[in-house]
């Protein structure tokens, strides 16, 4: 995927005869690594220069969804019912659409980010937190209309410690 393309993937039914769709971008960050090697030697592969594909579902009455961007429930019997969507690029007022990403920190989290903290972001799946300043870092994804406005938070370095020697065990018997 171009990474200046935004695509809807899917549709899902959801309760109360609503229709949810699956957002999905993927992130430029300038700079994302500026003092890696590696990442100057890679800077046309867009595993180094992107922030990864990030994803926001939005749901919204069925016929709304369908007069904004012609997707219907067609074949969607039971809630949870999904179907996959190719649509790249959808413009609404004439305009195009792009996910926002905003960083927060711990004193900003609503409650779902307090509870959950598959929402707080982190060096790979089960890695170690990442933070700004101390504190722990949520992420929220919104679609917005025209050029988004991201909010990213610098990261803390991460955190190393020190290996500590191998001491061999001392023996309490001594031979004369």
């Given at each position: ?9 899917r ?14 971008q ?46 219907d ?19 609404v ?16 989290f ?25 504190k ?10 025209g ?30």
């Amino acid at each position: 995927m171009d990474r200046k393309d935004l695509k809807i993937t899917r549709a899902r039914l959801v309760a109360n005869n609503k229709l949810e769709l699956q957002f999905e971008q993927a992130i430029q960050r300038d700079g994302a690594r500026p003092q890696s090697i590696l990442g100057l030697m890679n800077k046309s592969d867009d595993a180094f220069t992107t922030n990864g594909n990030y994803h926001c579902w939005y749901n919204g009455p069925t016929a709304d969804v369908a007069a904004l961007f012609g997707v219907d429930a067609e074949g969607l019997v039971n809630v949870k019912d999904e179907k996959e969507l190719n649509i790249v690029n959808p413009k609404v007022q004439d305009q195009d659409i792009n996910l926002q990403i905003t960083e927060v920190t711990e004193d900003y989290f609503n409650d779902y980010e307090k509870d959950n903290a598959s929402a707080w972001k982190s060096r790979g799946a089960n890695g170690e937190l990442i933070k700004h300043k101390g504190k722990k870092i949520a992420i929220r994804t919104d679609v917005v209309l025209g050029a988004p406005k991201h909010i990213f938070l610098e990261a803390d370095a991460p955190v190393t410690v020190a290996a500590q020697p191998v001491v061999a065990p001392v023996s309490a018997e001594v031979e004369v």
